[in-house]
Structures are given as structure tokens and as C-alpha cells.
């Protein structure tokens, strides 16, 4: 008997070995050999090749065990020994907002203000009548040679043709004379919603330099021509190169002033198309249904009977986690968003309010298993919002549901210990990288220090992001954020943050990574480099951890992956790169200056 069964053994095993002899191999769809590749994957932290297989990483070691994977038909990128990471992640920025992108001068990275002044002038003379010259944000005065704003004078005598609009973060805004006479400055056409300050000069006449918070630079620039159907396309389709260009390969839509789904059209065009460049988890805010009682009623309505969404649903047909609905955000209601503007005092919310409102807006999405982000920059309005979760947590528990409190530039470590027990995350900015030197002025170096704690927050144990906020308050530049984690210096070359609250480029990096991807639940399977991971990698122009801290800041993309794709190339690979369709309108600063400095 013993026999038969071995007899019957080797006849299966020898033609088990004649069928598969038959079978032709089946090949990677990529491999990236001669790489140094950082996975942050702790059973293999090193490797030198990977391959990619629909969509997903499914091998990484050395080159000769990876090139051992190719067929006739695997596409072989030699990466020359550079620096590959996983695809970064911007967990807080708002690329639907940028709808009229391809209208704006991007003053992002630009080194003085003398150059700033003249792209201005040069753009005037492009720029059809009916249309504005505009900057609305993504550059600070400290990036600058000259150390300063603009002055009210040199805007208005760059710019004498068109009406102007500088937008400077969320403080400030530059109207020229004819910007003052189209948008009705002092008059009932304006508006003046609290918090805004027309600035006069000495005689009493107004200048054009309005002061204020974010509802009144939005609604100034909702005053504004707005894009075309089409233009809007080709914004976000520029916005997302801008992104792939620095190695961003996933971001968080964190709110669309114009929300799902009607807000969305121009993803929607992209996505239908299979044109997305980037995987583009949202959250949304019921802004502008004037029918429900708060916004939180409105966002209920909008994705349980209008638009039916469910947390974590994804609406691309072609790519893993390409589109996805990840609650609501970054706002609860107006009356309780603590306005961050570092050149002003903190902006403090009345403590019942707070408490009131969180309770009654938290509760309701509790219930409904959405989750939620709240913006909130002060520790003085953390507190009373924590009281209020602590409370609805007892009665209608978080019971995991992912929630965050969004920038958080001065939570103490009482309040990050009380975030850690109710399970939420922190999704950080680099404002102070920018605007660092403005909080000094505002209030002292001895707190802007310590703001944010980054040793504290990387040692909490509580989930952590580091984001841009992009593109009013900072370009969407992540190489930015690293290096002022990292080397402690804002745009300027200012120390701001102590040499003890500064983070190792390892840790800073997984906040743009592994980090990051917990916020949409993902990071079994985002912001590593290992098999059954996505896809989604890039090669980097230096040495991330190499090359001096100060010039992190200076590194771009090579070569970005997402969804084991070429979505962007440059140098010896730029021929990988699909080629962009000519910005539209035909008279698009992009066109002429790129997103990011010195990038055309």
C-alpha cells in the first residue's frame, strides 16, 4: 500500500512540474533596481530594488533577486544609487480650493521681493481686461532677501493696468486703486464681516490693506472673476503636478469651501478620464446649504439623502483608495473655528460656546459613525473642546472612530495626554515655518521655542501628520515642513524651534508618511516600502539623510510612482512623464512661472 501511495506521489509531482514548465512566467509590471531605498518597514529597513504589481508592491531586496521577477514586458528604471522613500502624504492641505490656480502668480519659494514685484508687473501686461493679477497666499515676507511686505505703493505701481489682489496667509489682503474701486472698498459692497479692519493712511483715506480673518479674504475672492468648467480641470491638474513634483503621492482634501459633490467636478473630470495623479481622500463641510440648521446638519443631509457616501467609500473605478470619503472637516461650525494669525493675539472662543456647540455637533456625527477633524490652533480653545468630547465620549462613545484635532501649534501636555485617551490624532503644519518669525514678534522667542512641543508630540504616543495647510498659508511644498523639523530654522534662517524640540529625519519622515496614512486608516497599507503596500514611491534629487539639514529644504522628485505609475519625472527621467495639456487660459501665469519658483 505504502507503494501505491509513493507511485501515486511522484506521477502527481512529475506532472505537476511538466504543467508549470508549460506555463509562461508572468513578469513585474515595474522594477526600480540600484536604489538606496529607506522601506520604513522594520523586518527589511534597507533594500536596493523593488517590483510592482498591480498597483502593489510585491518584492523588495536586492537587484539581483528583483531583476530575477521581469519579463519582455517590465518596465526597468535604473534609479543611478539615489534615495528612493515612500510616497509622502499631505494629511492637511486644500487642493479643490485652488479651483482658479492656473489665474494665480505663485509667489511660493520666490528668494526676494524685488523679483516678486516684477513677476506682478510682467503678468499685468498679460492678463486680459475683465480679468485680476492675483497672489492669494503660499509666501511669506520672511522667505524674502528684504525681510518685509510689500508696500501698499510698490503693489500699486507695479500693478496700475488691472485691479490686484495679494493675499498674504489668512491676515492680510493688498487691493491697488482699481482692486479698491471693483470690490467697493467702504461701501455696502463690501464685506465686512467681523474681525476685518480697512487700514487708512494719514489723511484718512483708505489704502487697500485689509486686515482680518479667513471668512473675509474667502468672501473677498468669491467677488472675483471665477474659472470656467474647463479652467478648473486644468487648476487642478497643475496643482496636482505641483504636488507629484515634490513627491507628494496622497493628500487629504481638508475641506472644499464648494463641497461634495457639486464642489468636485473637476476631480470628478479627472477621475472619469483616469487622469488623477494622486490618490485624493477627502473630507467635507456642509458649507453653504442655508437650509439646515448648522453644518453639521447640512453634511448629514448631503451624504446620507443627496449625495450617498459612506465613510471610507471610494468612488475611483480604477485605483485602490483613489477617491475616498473620509468624514467631516476641518470645521464643525463657524461660530467655533479659532482663526490662527500670528501676526494678532490668539484668537480666544468663549469657553460655553465652545463647549455647547462641540457637544452638539460631535454627538450628532458620533452617532452617525462619521468621522471627524476640528480645527483648533490655541491650547485656549483645545481645552473646552476636549471637555466637551470627554463628555459625549461617556454617553455616546468614540468607540475607535478616528477624530483629529487639526494644527494644535500650542497644545500643552495635559492636553495632548487627554487626545491620547480619547484615541485622536494631531495633524501638525509647518505655519511656524513660515510665519515663525511673526509669532517671535507677536509673542516672544521663548515661547515660539516651544511651538509646537515636537519632542512632546513625537513622545506622546498619540498618532501624529505633518502637513503643509497649503496653498494660502504655505505652498504645498512638504520639504519645507522637514527641514524645520529637523534643523529648527524658518524660511528666513531664524532658529525657532529649541535643538530639544526638534525631530531625527527619521521620525520627522514618518509624519509625512506612516503618520500621515492613519488618518484615512490606511497605514497597513501606505508609507512603507513592502510587499502588499501600494505602490506608491519617490526618487529624490539628494540624499534625504545625507545631504546638510540645510538643504533639505532644497530637494525635489526625481521620479514619483503612484499606483506603480510615472506621474512624474525629471532629469534622465523626465521623458516617463505624461506630458500636461498648456494651462488654460492661454494667459496663465502658470504658463510663465510654474507653481513653485524657478520651476519653469
Same mark, same amino acid.
Given at each position: 500500500?505504502?507503494?501505491?501511495?509513493?507511485?501515486?506521489?511522484?506521477?502527481?509531482?512529475?506532472?505537476?512540474?511538466?504543467?508549470?514548465?508549460?506555463?509562461?512566467?508572468?513578469?513585474?509590471?515595474?522594477?526600480?533596481?540600484?536604489?538606496?531605498?529607506?522601506?520604513?518597514?522594520?523586518?527589511?529597513?534597507?533594500?536596493?530594488?523593488?517590483?510592482?504589481?498591480?498597483?502593489?508592491?510585491?518584492?523588495?531586496?536586492?537587484?539581483?533577486?528583483?531583476?530575477?521577477?521581469?519579463?519582455?514586458?517590465?518596465?526597468?528604471?535604473?534609479?543611478?544609487?539615489?534615495?528612493?522613500?515612500?510616497?509622502?502624504?499631505?494629511?492637511?492641505?486644500?487642493?479643490?480650493?485652488?479651483?482658479?490656480?492656473?489665474?494665480?502668480?505663485?509667489?511660493?519659494?520666490?528668494?526676494?521681493?524685488?523679483?516678486?514685484?516684477?513677476?506682478?508687473?510682467?503678468?499685468?501686461?498679460?492678463?486680459?481686461?475683465?480679468?485680476?493679477?492675483?497672489?492669494?497666499?503660499?509666501?511669506?515676507?520672511?522667505?524674502?532677501?528684504?525681510?518685509?511686505?510689500?508696500?501698499?505703493?510698490?503693489?500699486?505701481?507695479?500693478?496700475?493696468?488691472?485691479?490686484?489682489?495679494?493675499?498674504?496667509?489668512?491676515?492680510?489682503?493688498?487691493?491697488?486703486?482699481?482692486?479698491?474701486?471693483?470690490?467697493?472698498?467702504?461701501?455696502?459692497?463690501?464685506?465686512?464681516?467681523?474681525?476685518?479692519?480697512?487700514?487708512?493712511?494719514?489723511?484718512?483715506?483708505?489704502?487697500?490693506?485689509?486686515?482680518?480673518?479667513?471668512?473675509?479674504?474667502?468672501?473677498?475672492?468669491?467677488?472675483?472673476?471665477?474659472?470656467?468648467?474647463?479652467?478648473?480641470?486644468?487648476?487642478?491638474?497643475?496643482?496636482?503636478?505641483?504636488?507629484?513634483?515634490?513627491?507628494?503621492?496622497?493628500?487629504?482634501?481638508?475641506?472644499?469651501?464648494?463641497?461634495?459633490?457639486?464642489?468636485?467636478?473637476?476631480?470628478?473630470?479627472?477621475?472619469?478620464?483616469?487622469?488623477?495623479?494622486?490618490?485624493?481622500?477627502?473630507?467635507?463641510?456642509?458649507?453653504?446649504?442655508?437650509?439646515?440648521?448648522?453644518?453639521?446638519?447640512?453634511?448629514?443631509?448631503?451624504?446620507?439623502?443627496?449625495?450617498?457616501?459612506?465613510?471610507?467609500?471610494?468612488?475611483?473605478?480604477?485605483?485602490?483608495?483613489?477617491?475616498?470619503?473620509?468624514?467631516?472637516?476641518?470645521?464643525?461650525?463657524?461660530?467655533?473655528?479659532?482663526?490662527?494669525?500670528?501676526?494678532?493675539?490668539?484668537?480666544?472662543?468663549?469657553?460655553?460656546?465652545?463647549?455647547?456647540?462641540?457637544?452638539?455637533?460631535?454627538?450628532?456625527?458620533?452617532?452617525?459613525?462619521?468621522?471627524?477633524?476640528?480645527?483648533?490652533?490655541?491650547?485656549?480653545?483645545?481645552?473646552?473642546?476636549?471637555?466637551?468630547?470627554?463628555?459625549?465620549?461617556?454617553?455616546?462613545?468614540?468607540?475607535?472612530?478616528?477624530? +483629529?484635532?487639526?494644527? &494644535? %501649534?500650542?497644545?500643552?501636555?495635559?492636553?495632548? #495626554?487627554?487626545? !491620547?485617551?480619547?484615541?485622536? @490624532?494631531? /495633524?501638525?503644519?509647518?505655519?511656524?515655518?513660515?510665519?515663525?518669525?511673526?509669532?517671535?514678534?507677536?509673542?516672544?522667542?521663548?515661547?515660539?521655542?516651544?511651538?509646537?512641543?515636537?519632542?512632546?508630540?513625537?513622545?506622546?504616543?498619540?498618532?501624529?501628520?505633518?502637513?503643509?495647510?497649503?496653498?494660502?498659508?504655505?505652498?504645498?511644498?512638504?520639504?519645507?515642513?522637514?527641514?524645520?523639523?529637523?534643523?529648527?530654522?524658518?524660511?528666513?534662517? +531664524?532658529?525657532?524651534? &529649541? %535643538?530639544?524640540?526638534?525631530?531625527?529625519?527619521? #521620525?520627522?519622515? !514618518?509624519?509625512?508618511?506612516? @503618520?500621515? /496614512?492613519?488618518?484615512?486608516?490606511?497605514?497597513?497599507?501606505?508609507?512603507?516600502?513592502?510587499?502588499?503596500?501600494?505602490?506608491?514611491?519617490?526618487?529624490?534629487?539628494?540624499?534625504?539623510?545625507?545631504?546638510?539639514?540645510?538643504?533639505?529644504?532644497?530637494?525635489?522628485?526625481?521620479?514619483?510612482?503612484?499606483?506603480?505609475?510615472?506621474?512624474?519625472?525629471?532629469?534622465?527621467?523626465?521623458?516617463?512623464?505624461?506630458?500636461?495639456?498648456?494651462?488654460?487660459?492661454?494667459?496663465?501665469?502658470?504658463?510663465?512661472?510654474?507653481?513653485?519658483?524657478?520651476?519653469?
Amino acid at each position: 500500500m505504502k507503494k501505491i501511495a509513493a507511485l501515486l506521489m511522484a506521477t502527481v509531482f512529475a506532472f505537476t512540474l511538466k504543467a508549470q514548465s508549460n506555463e509562461p512566467f508572468v513578469g513585474a509590471d515595474l522594477i526600480v533596481y540600484n536604489a538606496k531605498i529607506t522601506t520604513q518597514s522594520l523586518p527589511q529597513p534597507e533594500a536596493s530594488a523593488l517590483a510592482v504589481k498591480g498597483g502593489r508592491i510585491y518584492a523588495v531586496g536586492s537587484d539581483t533577486e528583483i531583476l530575477s521577477l521581469k519579463d519582455n514586458r517590465t518596465q526597468l528604471i535604473n534609479a543611478d544609487g539615489k534615495r528612493l522613500i515612500p510616497g509622502l502624504e499631505d494629511a492637511h492641505i486644500h487642493p479643490l480650493n485652488e479651483r482658479n490656480f492656473t489665474y494665480k502668480v505663485r509667489w511660493d519659494g520666490v528668494p526676494t521681493l524685488k523679483r516678486a514685484l516684477e513677476m506682478l508687473s510682467e503678468q499685468a501686461q498679460r492678463t486680459p481686461e475683465g480679468q485680476w493679477v492675483k497672489v492669494t497666499g503660499g509666501w511669506s515676507p520672511y522667505q524674502f532677501k528684504e525681510q518685509r511686505q510689500p508696500t501698499i505703493e510698490e503693489l500699486n505701481k507695479a500693478v496700475s493696468n488691472r485691479p490686484l489682489f495679494v493675499q498674504y496667509a489668512y491676515n492680510r489682503v493688498y487691493l491697488n486703486k482699481l482692486g479698491m474701486k471693483e470690490l467697493g472698498l467702504g461701501t455696502d459692497k463690501f464685506p465686512m464681516l467681523p474681525g476685518t479692519e480697512l487700514l487708512k493712511d494719514k489723511k484718512g483715506n483708505y489704502t487697500g490693506v485689509v486686515d482680518g480673518y479667513t471668512f473675509t479674504f474667502l468672501a473677498m475672492e468669491a467677488m472675483l472673476p471665477q474659472p470656467t468648467a474647463e479652467e478648473q480641470v486644468s487648476s487642478l491638474t497643475y496643482v496636482i503636478d505641483y504636488l507629484n513634483r515634490f513627491g507628494v503621492t496622497s493628500v487629504i482634501d481638508a475641506t472644499s469651501v464648494v463641497g461634495y459633490p457639486e464642489g468636485h467636478a473637476p476631480l470628478q473630470a479627472l477621475v472619469n478620464s483616469n487622469q488623477l495623479n494622486i490618490r485624493f481622500p477627502f473630507v467635507d463641510l456642509g458649507f453653504g446649504d442655508y437650509s439646515s440648521k448648522t453644518w453639521v446638519d447640512a453634511e448629514i443631509k448631503r451624504i446620507t439623502k443627496l449625495a450617498p457616501i459612506s465613510p471610507g467609500q471610494n468612488l475611483h473605478p480604477n485605483m485602490e483608495h483613489g477617491y475616498e470619503y473620509e468624514g467631516m472637516g476641518e470645521a464643525l461650525r463657524g461660530e467655533i473655528h479659532d482663526h490662527e494669525n500670528f501676526d494678532k493675539p490668539a484668537y480666544i472662543i468663549d469657553k460655553d460656546m465652545m463647549n455647547q456647540y462641540a457637544e452638539e455637533d460631535v454627538r450628532k456625527l458620533i452617532e452617525k459613525r462619521i468621522p471627524f477633524r476640528m480645527h483648533i490652533s490655541y491650547n485656549e480653545n483645545i481645552t473646552p473642546f476636549l471637555d466637551a468630547l470627554e463628555k459625549v465620549n461617556k454617553t455616546t462613545p468614540i468607540d475607535g472612530m478616528r477624530w +483629529s484635532i487639526e494644527h &494644535a %501649534e500650542t497644545i500643552t501636555p495635559e492636553n495632548m #495626554e487627554r487626545v !491620547r485617551k480619547l484615541g485622536g @490624532g494631531i /495633524a501638525l503644519d509647518d505655519k511656524m515655518a513660515l510665519h515663525g518669525d511673526g509669532f517671535i514678534k507677536t509673542y516672544g522667542k521663548e515661547k515660539a521655542l516651544y511651538t509646537p512641543r515636537l519632542r512632546d508630540l513625537m513622545n506622546s504616543g498619540i498618532p501624529l501628520a505633518m502637513t503643509s495647510d497649503g496653498f494660502r498659508v504655505s505652498p504645498g511644498n512638504p520639504w519645507i515642513a522637514l527641514s524645520w523639523a529637523v534643523t529648527g530654522k524658518s524660511v528666513s534662517g +531664524s532658529v525657532v524651534l &529649541a %535643538e530639544d524640540n526638534r525631530l531625527t529625519r527619521e #521620525e520627522a519622515l !514618518r509624519m509625512y508618511t506612516v @503618520g500621515a /496614512a492613519w488618518f484615512e486608516h490606511h497605514e497597513n497599507e501606505k508609507g512603507k516600502i513592502a510587499p502588499g503596500n501600494l505602490a506608491d514611491f519617490v526618487l529624490l534629487s539628494a540624499d534625504y539623510f545625507t545631504v546638510p539639514e540645510d538643504e533639505i529644504k532644497n530637494i525635489t522628485s526625481l521620479l514619483t510612482i503612484v499606483d506603480g505609475r510615472v506621474v512624474f519625472g525629471a532629469g534622465k527621467y523626465s521623458n516617463l512623464t505624461p506630458k500636461l495639456p498648456e494651462p488654460i487660459p492661454f494667459w496663465s501665469p502658470i504658463k510663465y512661472y510654474g507653481g513653485y519658483y524657478n520651476e519653469k
